[in-house]
């Protein structure tokens, strides 16, 4: 029985140590070598003095050993915090002190940048480092509050030597404890740390492996962040059937075509401005001829997009997911129903609920728009250090069993959606980023889905503009297709405006098209809303 989040490294272990887990560049580990790394980064915590429930936070880039020190961890008994390499020093900083992180593992390169604010991390005691270890970093042990060791990742590892994979550190712990803090980005511009417990992990790979077919002859290419939920999702699901995860930094679109040729990768997930990218490129057929699925999340694929990944991958079955940090995924439609329904986020995925409802809790009907509320085992436990804006967004779901107030909480998540009669689900907007202009509340979504579908558009993003007479306006925010102008001087806005209004009524034309030649993106990928409307406020 699986109730610790190593867990999902020690089963493989046990039943085919010699069967290939992880490929970095042109290294690699088995399941019984990443079983002994495991171990030996979980002993070596433990002497650090990491008690049950100590954070460790790891910035890093992805590699063999990043992997090591998020399941060495969990061994060890304590709460990993995954920190995007994507973040600067203040963000860095941020994570590090709010969620009183113990151990930070980081490189040598960043920890010259970090080394100043870490001193501002009260409960910071040890700095491990990958690589020779900064001149003029402290050494000096951790006796005052404010000050930190410095050591060396092979001091405190070991050169590889095989270590104990259960070396927790006090009682063994149960499957509602603790495990990890993802910090997502909030509305007020500072992360905010969502707590997962070792069950809402365990389930979510269960679940996601179940519906995707995950075996132990799969080849995942893990192409996003392990910060964001479903980039750690690549690992978990994979780890959980036995397959094999090839590690990538991604740097250039390209980089996913030459992987997915060299390891034969047959499964990979994406978000949409990385699956535009992808899509751009050219595909020989020694790339796409194993993948046997691709998979969306982090928001709407565009349609334009998803036929061009159909034709590049003719034998690969598309997946279109939506999920959120605080309870991992919700939902994904079925392959078998892309035709029929593209524009459907799909059902619940198995071992979830999923309900629309009302402001007041009731249930909407069949065509009516609602807040998508999700229940079951992958709802986190709450915000780290929040507990305001945890009352806020997980809740009891009411009158679901006989009048009786479900004593579990529910994650309200801030999302408009609609259920079909057939009780397939399609996506609205965020309740925050819907757009309500003229009297008509409009999804961003489909402004910008408009928008791809003219062929003018690389990127798109609608933003609702504050207007005394409308309500708001929509102003669209684009960088240019290949060929359809390189800058502001060069696109041809009215084309695009002209197609708007040959597709939609007057009230979703924008009222302005701001041309950029890249659109800021968040570390996750996705596109950065908030920082979007500051540069258009500016």
């Given at each position: 029985m699986l109730t610790q989040f190593h867990d999902l490294v020690l089963r493989p272990a046990a039943e085919a140590p010699e069967r290939p887990a992880l490929i970095y560049k042109d290294s690699g580990w088995t399941y019984g070598e990443l079983r002994d790394r495991t171990g030996a980064v979980a002993a070596g915590l433990v002497r650090l003095g990491l008690r049950r429930g100590d954070r460790v936070a790891v910035y890093l880039d992805k590699s063999l050993e990043t992997v090591a020190a998020l399941f060495g961890t969990s061994a060890a008994g304590g709460?990993?915090?995954?920190?995007?390499?994507?973040?600067?020093?203040?963000?860095?900083?941020?994570?590090?002190?709010?969620?009183?992180?113990?151990?930070?593992?980081?490189?040598a390169e960043?920890?010259?940048?970090?080394?100043?604010?870490?001193?501002?991390?009260?409960?910071?005691?040890?700095?491990?480092?990958?690589?020779?270890?900064?001149?003029?970093?402290?050494?000096?042990?951790?006796?005052?509050?404010?000050?930190?060791?410095?050591?060396?990742?092979?001091?405190v590892v070991g050169a590889g030597e095989p270590g104990s994979p259960t070396a927790v550190a006090g009682s063994p712990g149960i499957d509602v404890d603790l495990a990890a803090i993802l910090y997502t980005s909030g509305s007020t511009g500072r992360p905010k740390g969502v707590v997962l417990?070792?069950?809402?992990?365990?389930?979510?790979?269960?679940?996601?492996?179940?519906?995707?077919?995950?075996?132990?002859?799969?080849?995942?290419?893990?192409?996003?962040?392990?910060?964001?939920?479903?980039?750690?999702?690549?690992?978990?699901?994979?780890?959980?059937?036995?397959?094999?995860?090839?590690?990538?930094?991604?740097?250039?679109?390209?980089?996913?075509?030459?992987?997915?040729?060299?390891?034969?990768?047959?499964?990979?997930?994406?978000?949409?401005?990385?699956?535009?990218?992808?899509?751009?490129?050219?595909?020989?057929?020694?790339?796409?001829?194993?993948?046997?699925?691709?998979?969306?999340?982090?928001?709407?694929m565009p349609k334009t997009t998803l036929d061009q990944l159909r034709s590049i991958f003719p034998g690969a079955a598309p997946y279109l997911m939506y999920g959120l940090t605080e309870a991992f995924r919700s939902t994904y439609l079925d392959p078998a129903e892309i035709d029929r329904r593209p524009g459907s986020i799909g059902k619940a995925i198995p071992n979830a609920e999923i309900l629309v409802l009302r402001p007041d809790g009731t249930e909407c009907d069949p065509g009516e728009e609602g807040e998508l509320v999700h229940r079951g085992a992958l709802v986190a436990l709450g915000y780290w250090n929040d507990a305001e804006?945890?009352?806020?967004?997980?809740?009891?779901?009411?009158?679901?069993?006989?009048?009786?107030?479900?004593?579990?909480?529910a994650v309200w998540s801030g999302d408009v959606v609609v259920r079909d009669e057939e009780g397939f689900l399609s996506f609205v907007g965020r309740n925050d980023e819907m757009i309500k202009t003229s009297g008509y509340r409009i999804s961003p979504t489909e402004i910008e889905e408009i928008a791809y579908d003219s062929g003018l558009v690389a990127d798109a993003v609608a933003i609702g503009v504050a207007d005394a007479q409308l309500g708001q306006h929509i102003v669209l925010v684009v960088s240019p297709a290949a060929g359809a102008g390189a800058g502001a001087g060069e696109f041809a806005s009215d084309d695009l405006v002209a197609h708007f209004k040959r597709s939609v009524p007057l009230y979703m034309v924008p009222r302005s098209v701001v041309v950029q030649a890249t659109i800021p993106r968040s570390p996750n990928g996705k596109f950065d809303r908030t920082r979007i409307r500051e540069e258009l406020d500016r």
């Amino acid at each position: 029985m699986l109730t610790q989040f190593h867990d999902l490294v020690l089963r493989p272990a046990a039943e085919a140590p010699e069967r290939p887990a992880l490929i970095y560049k042109d290294s690699g580990w088995t399941y019984g070598e990443l079983r002994d790394r495991t171990g030996a980064v979980a002993a070596g915590l433990v002497r650090l003095g990491l008690r049950r429930g100590d954070r460790v936070a790891v910035y890093l880039d992805k590699s063999l050993e990043t992997v090591a020190a998020l399941f060495g961890t969990s061994a060890a008994g304590g709460v990993f915090v995954p920190v995007n390499p994507l973040l600067r020093a203040r963000q860095v900083e941020h994570i590090v002190a709010d969620s009183g992180s113990r151990v930070l593992v980081t490189s040598a390169e960043r920890l010259g940048a970090l080394q100043e604010g870490l001193r501002r991390c009260g409960e910071l005691r040890h700095v491990v480092v990958l690589g020779d270890p900064v001149p003029g970093a402290d050494p000096s042990p951790a006796a005052d509050h404010d000050s930190y060791r410095v050591s060396a990742w092979v001091d405190v590892v070991g050169a590889g030597e095989p270590g104990s994979p259960t070396a927790v550190a006090g009682s063994p712990g149960i499957d509602v404890d603790l495990a990890a803090i993802l910090y997502t980005s909030g509305s007020t511009g500072r992360p905010k740390g969502v707590v997962l417990s070792h069950r809402n992990l365990l389930v979510g790979a269960q679940s996601v492996s179940q519906y995707l077919g995950n075996t132990a002859d799969d080849v995942i290419l893990s192409a996003l962040p392990l910060s964001f939920d479903a980039g750690l999702s690549q690992l978990t699901t994979a780890f959980a059937v036995g397959a094999q995860v090839v590690l990538m930094n991604y740097l250039l679109p390209g980089d996913v075509v030459r992987l997915c040729a060299k390891h034969k990768v047959t499964g990979l997930t994406c978000v949409p401005p990385l699956w535009i990218q992808i899509a751009a490129q050219r595909w020989p057929a020694e790339a796409s001829a194993h993948l046997r699925y691709f998979a969306n999340t982090g928001g709407r694929m565009p349609k334009t997009t998803l036929d061009q990944l159909r034709s590049i991958f003719p034998g690969a079955a598309p997946y279109l997911m939506y999920g959120l940090t605080e309870a991992f995924r919700s939902t994904y439609l079925d392959p078998a129903e892309i035709d029929r329904r593209p524009g459907s986020i799909g059902k619940a995925i198995p071992n979830a609920e999923i309900l629309v409802l009302r402001p007041d809790g009731t249930e909407c009907d069949p065509g009516e728009e609602g807040e998508l509320v999700h229940r079951g085992a992958l709802v986190a436990l709450g915000y780290w250090n929040d507990a305001e804006r945890t009352a806020a967004r997980f809740r009891p779901v009411p009158d679901r069993v006989g009048g009786l107030t479900l004593p579990e909480p529910a994650v309200w998540s801030g999302d408009v959606v609609v259920r079909d009669e057939e009780g397939f689900l399609s996506f609205v907007g965020r309740n925050d980023e819907m757009i309500k202009t003229s009297g008509y509340r409009i999804s961003p979504t489909e402004i910008e889905e408009i928008a791809y579908d003219s062929g003018l558009v690389a990127d798109a993003v609608a933003i609702g503009v504050a207007d005394a007479q409308l309500g708001q306006h929509i102003v669209l925010v684009v960088s240019p297709a290949a060929g359809a102008g390189a800058g502001a001087g060069e696109f041809a806005s009215d084309d695009l405006v002209a197609h708007f209004k040959r597709s939609v009524p007057l009230y979703m034309v924008p009222r302005s098209v701001v041309v950029q030649a890249t659109i800021p993106r968040s570390p996750n990928g996705k596109f950065d809303r908030t920082r979007i409307r500051e540069e258009l406020d500016r």
